[in-house]
């Protein structure tokens, strides 16, 4: 799988192959036009699995895979429906100071109102959306309604905060998401600084030149990045050092040992020590207790999100919360050093 089936272009790297194998066995047989097309529908959902499992892999067809082709394609449609009867909307979960206890950003975070199963959560059709390529229109309308809603709040008289829209990789290699950023920026008004886009290490790490003239010409328009879930994937420091990155979200693995588990606690503390070292910001993500939250103190964290505070709200809720700043406890709190 790894070798020579791929031929190498002149200035290209070559790619991982995915493979989806399919046989039909003898008994099975029909008419020689009707099996060519199963073979063909066969190897292909064989791929789909193949590709789920990652890079340069091969599956081979099995029967069970059609039953899940079948429920991917009704899912598939239905959320095609849900695009065009806005049954998209997006819950705001906040970002606190951990020394102020401020809400001082927010992350948009879709969910899905099915007609009959109701609230449905980004887990379920995220990457259905992403293989079908339906995630490009899912993305543009977060964006474009996460920016709309900041800007209400702020014409409510509401704090200035900047809100955090999850960018897929499918949506940032779709080639349009600098045009689209712009176009929704000019469109709501929204001031640049007060919109971010999270992406994770699999994203900005593929070390394409390609991909850091994108990440720089958002960051130059005003635009905050941030690596999401930072900590799970391959990220190269080195190279992490010549991207425009504002903020590092520590992954939710790690701060769920805290503050038992030496390994998590060794990475949070060298996460939030190399932030402060390259004045990147760190957000600890899923903090859920309030001994958690302690620890993040200690550890000189600038901010958190998470089921302590709360968890992703409704518009309504969220706006009652930015309203009012959030009591934390006095003790364990420290000034971060550079500040
Ligand atoms: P994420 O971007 O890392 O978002 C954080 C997830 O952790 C959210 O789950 C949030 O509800 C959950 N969470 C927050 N605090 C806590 C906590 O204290 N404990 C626990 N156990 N969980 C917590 P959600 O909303 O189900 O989203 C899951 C993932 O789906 C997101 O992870 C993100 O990768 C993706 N996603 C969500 N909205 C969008 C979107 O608009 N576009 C794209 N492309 N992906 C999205
Ligand atoms: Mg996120
Ligand atoms: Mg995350």
Not at 163 to 189: C, H, K, M, P, Y
Not at 223 to 247: N, R
Not at 263 to 288: K, N
Not at 295 to 324: I, N, W
Request: aromatic residues 6%.
């Amino acid at each position: 799988m790894q070798r020579p089936h791929i031929q190498r272009t002149r200035g290209r790297n070559p790619l991982p192959a995915l493979t989806g194998p399919a046989v039909i066995l003898k008994d099975q047989r029909k008419h020689r036009r009707d099996d060519a097309q199963a073979l063909i529908r066969n190897a292909d959902t064989a791929m789909y699995h193949a590709k789920a499992n990652g890079r340069a892999n091969y599956k081979f067809f099995t029967e069970p895979m059609n039953a899940a082709a079948t429920k991917r394609l009704h899912l598939e449609s239905e959320l095609w429906r849900a695009l065009a009867d806005n049954q998209l909307l997006l819950h705001y979960q906040p970002q606190i100071d951990l020394l102020s206890g401020k809400v001082v950003g927010v992350e948009a975070l879709v969910r899905w109102r099915h007609p009959q199963r109701g609230l449905v959560g980004p887990a379920e059709f995220i990457p259905v959306a992403e293989v079908s390529g339906l995630i490009v229109m899912i993305g543009e309308w977060v964006l474009g309604e996460a920016c709309r809603q900041n800007c209400a709040w702020q014409q409510a008289g509401l704090p200035a905060i900047s809100i955090a829209v999850n960018i897929s990789a499918v949506q940032f290699r779709s080639g349009r998401i600098e045009d689209n950023v712009a176009a929704v920026l000019a469109d709501t008004g929204l001031a640049p600084e007060l919109l971010e886009l999270e992406l994770t290490e699999g994203i900005v790490m593929v070390g394409a030149n390609a991909t850091v003239e994108t990440l720089q010409r958002i960051s130059d328009m005003g635009v905050k990045l941030a690596i999401d879930d930072f900590g799970t994937g391959y990220s190269s420091l080195a190279y992490l050092k010549k991207l425009p990155i504002h903020k590092l979200k520590i992954d939710q693995s790690f701060v769920r040992g805290l503050p038992d588990d030496d390994g998590d606690r060794a990475i949070v503390s060298a996460i939030i020590s190399m932030g402060r070292a390259m004045h990147i910001e760190v957000v600890a993500e899923g903090v859920e207790t309030e001994t958690q939250q302690a620890v993040l103190q200690q550890m000189q964290c600038e901010h958190y999100q998470g089921f302590l505070c709360a968890p992703g709200l409704p518009t309504d809720q969220f706006r009652a919360l930015l309203s009012k700043p959030l009591p934390l406890k006095a003790q364990g709190r420290h000034r971060p050093l550079n500040t």
